[in-house]
């Protein structure tokens, strides 16, 4: 009787020992790998260290010999989300800020009245989304947060040094307290809120 009890013990220990592991992001067991693993070609993903599957082999010669599947872009070509605006290099630091100040009109194509006002209609909305609750309704940093006192120290754009090349800088890689909105905004946009926000600190 004694020895049921000491194999019972035994095994209830050798199952919970199995089944610890203490590196969470790797799964020590998995009851349908085919499920869990995906054989599609995944191009940054890393190798599964615990999954005991034999590779296959990939004919094609850029994946031989362990290269990645994700290829540089050909030459020539653009991201999809660029449209060639950024005039200079910049890495956001204030020698690439003092380069785009000197930048007094944007690239945006206004051959008539029309196509300005959409500029500024466009302009108007993408701020009032993004940018009015903080800088305000009309620019002069009483946004609704300022209100409430959940940030401070925002300036009226009349009271500031700007041109419309510093105000697409700042957008695409923040200043101070305000972060890039280059991930919510591509460069067209950008471009259209600092043609909106010239309006607002001319008038």
């Known amino acids: 009787m004694?020895?049921?009890?000491?194999y019972v013990l035994i095994l209830f220990i050798f199952i919970t020992l199995n089944s610890c592991w203490f590196d969470k992001s790797k799964p020590n067991r998995v009851y349908m790998p085919d499920m869990y693993?995906?054989?599609?070609?995944?191009?940054?993903?890393?190798?599964?260290?615990n999954?005991?599957?034999?590779?296959?082999?990939?004919?094609?010669t850029l994946f031989i010999k362990g290269k990645t599947s994700s290829l540089l872009p050909v030459k020539g070509t653009i991201p999809r989300n660029s449209y060639g605006f950024n005039f200079y290099p910049s890495d956001g630091?204030?020698?690439?800020?003092?380069?785009?100040?000197?930048?007094?009109?944007?690239p945006?194509?206004?051959?008539?009245k029309e196509e300005?006002?959409?500029?500024?209609?466009?302009?108007?909305?993408?701020?009032?989304?993004?940018c009015s609750i903080c800088h305000g309704e009309n620019g002069d940093g009483q946004g609704f947060l300022v209100k409430k006192e959940k940030i401070l120290?925002?300036?009226?754009?009349k009271d500031r040094d700007i041109t419309i090349g510093s105000i697409y800088h700042v957008i695409t890689y923040g200043?101070?307290?305000?972060?890039?909105?280059?991930?919510?905004?591509?460069?067209?946009?950008?471009?259209?809120?600092?043609?909106?926000?010239?309006?607002?600190?001319?008038q």
């Open 153 to 157: 120290g925002i300036p009226s754009y």
């Open 2 to 6: 004694k020895n049921q009890y000491l």
């Open 116 to 130: 300005f006002n959409k500029i500024i209609e466009d302009g108007k909305n993408i701020y009032k989304i993004n």
């Open 175 to 202: 200043k101070n307290n305000m972060s890039s909105y280059a991930s919510q905004l591509n460069e067209i946009d950008r471009w259209k809120v600092a043609e909106y926000i010239m309006i607002l600190k001319n």
């Open 93 to 106: 630091t204030q020698k690439g800020y003092n380069l785009y100040k000197k930048i007094l009109k944007s």
């Open 37 to 49: 693993y995906s054989d599609a070609y995944e191009p940054y993903s890393d190798p599964y260290p």
């Open 51 to 60: 999954y005991k599957k034999t590779l296959k082999k990939s004919g094609i």
């Open 108 to 112: 945006l194509k206004k051959s008539n």
